[in-house]
């Protein structure tokens, strides 16, 4: 059964909202730019939304003209509209422009239509848009209860692709995409909109649900990793990489792994470099505690290149260097150095030593060599 509060409508009614919020936003425009062109008015007062006006224009002075033609009509300035009504005339139009954002998307929240990956690339291609102000408006959008709910999700979307704005949600909002979460048996379209945003704007215990979520065999698996990895800020990254270093649960740490290359490889996630370095020093001393060279060993080298290249450089040429690292290892590290072409060119000369050792198999010594060939400064 499907939880209160996230109730949804028919799909079409979204494309209906989305013409309705157009139509309002076009019509305060045109009453805005209107009054500055008309013959004198009286002033228009806008109370609740609802425009009422009282304007009589002045009579024609015809100047006794025998031909009835009418005389030039002397121009006057229009008299200025009161301070307060200029300022909720605005702060209506950006509200309907943030209502016009989030219902646009949500006629993508369809189960008939709706691709996670076109959703969230839509969400945030609007979200680099936003000012403040809009901001502030969607925020509002995503915690108002009387909204419909796939337009709550979208708003929160959209909010989610925005850097740095906000960098949290009102309680009703993350509230409501927790409960979208929950009832994901029952609309699971809807849960699959919500996850992401939940991860980045929900709490530790939000998150670790997702981890544990991900790592079963359900059905919502799939969408709880794709969730986990849209998480941002440094406490969400510094919590994952807790569970990418803890190789109590193999499986829960490789999913952790996966979600931490994500957010270190984003450039929307809010990471600073303070906790980038933190979350580099956790996941370099659980790759110095490893007694094989597994392939979670390669999987950790690779978050930690994307999250410290430079502290990711010794681990990796060491990865490389070591006869004991599988095929597939010494090809992640070689990709990862290559990857950033700085990080190689500071370990070039042991690149070269490495290639020119005689003690290592000639297929590593050919990966050494191509990873110089890629990191080349000429190329």
Not at 217 to 236: K, V
């Amino acid at each position: 059964m499907m939880r209160p509060g996230i109730a949804r409508k028919a799909p079409t009614r979204w494309l209906v909202a989305a013409s309705i919020a157009s139509a309002s936003l076009a019509a305060v425009l045109s009453g805005v730019i209107g009054a500055s062109v008309r013959a004198p008015i009286a002033p228009v007062t806008v109370l609740s939304g609802d425009r009422t006006a009282a304007s009589e224009l002045p009579p024609l002075d015809r100047g006794g003209s025998d031909d009835g033609a009418r005389a030039p009509i002397a121009s006057a300035p229009a008299p200025e509209a009161p301070a307060e009504a200029s300022v909720e005339i605005a702060e209506r139009g950006t509200a309907i422009d943030a209502r016009v954002r989030a219902a646009g998307l949500a006629a993508a929240i369809d189960p008939e239509i709706f691709r996670v990956a076109t959703f969230d690339v839509q969400a945030r291609a609007i979200g680099r848009t936003l000012d403040p102000e809009t901001a502030r408006d969607l925020a509002r959008l995503a915690a108002d209860a009387g909204v419909p709910a796939a337009e709550r999700v979208a708003a929160a979307a959209v909010l989610r692709g925005a850097p740095g704005q906000p960098s949290a949600l009102p309680g009703a909002a993350v509230g409501f995409l927790r409960d979208a979460w929950t009832a994901r048996e029952s609309d699971p379209t809807l849960a699959a909109a919500a996850v992401g945003s939940l991860a980045a704007f929900g709490n530790r215990e939000d998150r670790r649900a997702l981890l544990y979520e991900s790592a079963t065999s359900s059905s919502s698996a799939a969408l709880a990793r794709a969730g986990l990895s849209a998480a941002r800020g440094d406490d969400a990254a510094l919590e994952i990489a807790a569970a990418a270093a803890d190789e109590r649960d193999p499986r829960r740490a490789e999913i952790a792994v996966s979600a931490l290359t994500a957010i270190a490889s984003s450039d929307d996630r809010e990471l600073t470099e303070m906790g980038r370095s933190r979350c580099a020093e956790a996941l370099a001393r659980a790759l110095a505690a490893k007694t094989a060279k597994d392939a979670s060993s390669a999987r950790l080298l690779s978050a930690l290149a994307a999250l410290d290249p430079r502290k990711a450089e010794r681990p990796l040429l060491a990865a490389i260097a070591d006869a004991s690292t599988s095929d597939a290892g010494a090809q992640s590290a070689a990709s990862a150095l290559a990857a950033g072409s700085s990080t190689a060119t500071n370990v070039r000369a042991d690149l070269e030593r490495l290639r020119d050792d005689a003690r290592l198999s000639d297929r590593r010594r050919t990966l050494v060599a191509a990873t110089l060939l890629r990191s080349s400064p000429d190329r």
